[in-house]
């Protein structure tokens, strides 16, 4: 059985019950890479210690990866099949931070659209600011962060795979359990600029009101 197949059966078994669903993305891969975190892989030895079948597929799931490292599925091959299965609770994560004036990108290096190079740091001046792309098929999400002023600016574009601007894509932004604001695509794609503190943001995008993901911000000084 190749990987793929093994991530569809392994959801499969735990979206039919919804105390198995606290397994997300990073947890599956880690756990199957010998990476998960004590805390989380004494709550993953309950769950298999009560169902059996769980227990070998993931077992099943290690060996794979294990024997045959190199057929280790893309990262877009695993968000899609993770993402179906409602085991992914954010399709990307963005840190960055300021130590004395200058930014550092800390995590999403790979999302950067524009010509910047990888954890590099930067002051900030006017006209200042890094993209981060997120794939998303059909569409393209363009998080837009101007770092020109003392509190940075953030905006969004939103379009499909055929470069067609998209409409009333919804992001709403959540720090801790409370919604702060929601800005909204235009004609054009863009959302209007909003100024962003330090701290940890979680952004709910929404389109036609169909939740397409949660792009996770944290900003830190």
């Known amino acids: 059985m190749n990987i793929e197949n ?3 059966e392994i959801g499969e078994l735990m979206s039919k019950d919804s105390s198995k669903t606290v397994m997300t993305e990073t947890d599956i891969l880690k756990f199957c890479e010998d990476r998960l975190e004590n805390d989380k892989m004494g709550k ?11 227990y070998q597929e993931l077992m099943d799931f290690r060996h794979l990866i ?11 091959l695993q968000n899609q ?4 299965l409602k085991l992914v609770d954010s399709f990307t994560s963005i840190v960055m ?7 550092e990108i800390i995590e999403g290096n790979h999302l950067v659209y524009q010509n910047i190079q990888p954890k590099m740091a930067f002051r900030g001046k006017i006209g200042n600011e890094v993209v981060f792309k997120v ?11 101007d770092y020109s002023n003392d509190l940075p600016n953030i905006y969004f574009s939103l379009e ?18 409370k919604n702060i604001f929601e800005i909204v695509t235009d004609k054009m794609g863009v959302t209007s600029r909003e100024s962003l503190g330090s701290g940890e943001y979680e952004i709910d995008v929404e389109l036609n009101r ?5 792009i996770k911000l944290n900003l830190q000084e």
Do not use: H, M
Not at 44 to 54: G, Q, V, Y
Not at 81 to 84: I, Q, R, S, Y
């Open 160 to 177: 499909t795979d055929k470069s067609e601007r998209v409409k009333n894509g919804r992001f709403t932004f959540r720090k801790g359990n």
């Open 6 to 8: 093994q991530l569809y």
């Open 97 to 103: 931070k300021r130590t004395k004036g200058l930014w």
């Open 135 to 145: 794939d998303e098929s059909p569409y393209f999400i363009l998080c837009t962060i």
């Open 66 to 76: 294990s024997a045959a490292p190199q057929l280790s599925p893309p990262v877009k």
């Open 81 to 84: 099949v993770l993402k179906k």
């Open 210 to 214: 169909e939740k397409l993901g949660v």
């Open 44 to 54: 993953l030895l309950k769950l298999i210690s009560e169902d059996p079948i769980l």
